[in-house]
């Protein structure tokens, strides 16, 4: 079975300014690995996905995040947020037939003016 | 192209009494999911259908759960009674093989439900 612990249940950051929410997933196999983000009052919205290839891989609203497989991490990074990017964000974890999907327990990232 | 649709968005009901949850997906999505979300946590899976056949179901409490989707299409879940601890938000999914595999779940806004 996977698992995925997010390290941080509220992230407060001001505006423009860099922000990473870290992510590590614990799995016997392969894994494939997403970010979702939660507007209040919203279902949860793709930012991006690890499936093959690149370990850093760009999404939606200038979100990317790197898989790093020695270390078991998928932490995602914006180089400069916005208001606007004040959410919830999930970590989710899934085997390679897709069947089973394992989130984390969110991290609050609150965006100051 | 219209998302995941869920109906209705809040429902307020004593203890005890039943209750249903609705939800249409993207038009051809074969895989439909129902979610559970607690407050202050992320979403758990309650059952997975692929087109009208419920192919993991392990996390349904089927004592008082149940769910549905007879043509393949629509799906709904029951809460029947419902006790004080199924106050939550109920999120469905669904997925197509052909548009991102499975691995790209397309989420509904949910329903938020309080049971007093």
């Known amino acids: 079975a996977q698992s995925v612990t997010q390290l941080d249940s509220q992230v407060p950051v001001f505006e423009e300014a860099p922000v990473e929410l870290r992510c590590n997933y614990s799995?016997?196999?392969?894994?494939?690995l997403f970010w979702y983000v939660q507007y209040p009052n919203q279902g949860l919205q793709l930012l991006l996905k690890?499936?093959?290839?690149?370990?850093l891989v760009k999404g939606i609203n200038g979100f990317e995040a790197e898989f790093n497989k020695s270390q078991t991490s998928f932490h995602l990074r914006k180089p400069s947020v916005h208001i606007s990017d004040t959410a919830e964000y999930f970590c989710?974890?899934?085997?390679?037939?897709?069947?089973?999907?394992?989130f984390g327990t969110g991290t609050s990232l609150t965006v100051i003016p | 192209e219209a998302g995941v649709v869920q109906s209705p968005r809040y429902k307020i009901i004593e203890k005890k009494q039943p209750v249903a949850f609705w939800c249409n997906p993207i038009?051809?999505?074969?895989?439909l999911y129902w979610y559970l979300q607690n407050l202050g946590q992320g979403p758990e899976l309650l059952i997975r259908?692929?087109?009208?056949?419920?192919?993991?179901d392990s996390q349904l409490p089927k004592d008082r759960f149940s769910a549905e989707r007879l043509k393949g299409v629509d799906s709904t879940l029951k809460i029947q009674p419902a006790e004080l601890g199924d106050s939550a938000v109920y999120l469905c999914?669904?997925?197509?093989?052909?548009?991102?595999?499975?691995?790209?779940?397309?989420f509904g806004p949910g329903t938020r439900l309080t049971v007093l």
């Open positions: 989710a974890v899934s085997g390679y037939t897709g069947n089973q999907f394992y």
């Open positions: 999914a669904s997925s197509s093989l052909r548009e991102g595999g499975r691995h790209t779940q397309y």
């Open positions: 690890y499936l093959s290839g690149s370990t």
């Open positions: 259908y692929e087109n009208e056949e419920a192919v993991d």
């Open positions: 038009s051809g999505h074969n895989t």
């Open positions: 799995s016997s196999v392969s894994v494939y």
